[in-house]
Nanobody, 125 residues
C-alpha cells in the first residue's frame, strides 16, 4: 500500500509561482508512474501532468503546458510540480496519484491506484 502526502499549496497572486511536493511512503514508488490531477469546485477531476518511473516520459495537459514542470527524485521518494505564471483558472485542489507504469489512458483518474489527500492552490487576480 503506497501512501502519498502532498504539500506546498497556498494562496498566490496571478503570475506567481508555487512548488508542490508529493512524498511517497515506500521505495516501490520507483516502479510507478506518478501524476498530478486537480479539481475545482463543481468540476470533475482533471489531468494535469504525468511522469514515468525513470523521468524520461512526461506529458502535460494543454492548459498547463509551458507553465508547469513535473519532476521526481526516486532516491527521496518524492515528486514535484513547479507551477509558474499561475492564472486564476488554476485554482483547485491538487492531488498526486500513483499507478502502474502503463501509459494507456494516462489522463484517466481510474488508471491510478493510490491518491494523496490533496492540497489547495488559490490564485487571486
Amino acid at each position: 500500500q503506497v501512501q502519498l502526502v502532498e504539500s506546498g499549496g497556498g494562496l498566490v497572486q496571478a503570475g506567481g509561482s508555487l512548488r508542490l511536493s508529493c512524498a511517497a511512503s515506500e521505495r516501490t514508488f520507483n516502479y510507478y508512474k506518478m501524476g498530478w490531477f486537480r479539481q475545482a469546485p463543481g468540476k470533475e477531476r482533471e489531468f494535469v501532468a504525468v511522469i514515468n518511473w525513470s523521468g524520461d516520459r512526461i506529458y502535460y495537459a494543454d492548459s498547463v503546458k509551458g507553465r508547469f514542470t513535473i519532476s521526481r527524485e526516486n532516491a527521496k521518494n518524492t515528486m514535484y510540480l513547479q507551477m509558474d505564471s499561475l492564472k486564476p483558472e488554476d485554482t483547485a485542489i491538487y492531488y498526486c496519484a500513483a499507478g502502474s507504469n502503463s501509459f494507456i489512458y494516462y489522463t484517466n483518474p481510474r488508471q491510478y491506484d493510490y491518491w494523496g489527500q490533496g492540497t489547495q492552490v488559490t490564485v487571486s487576480s
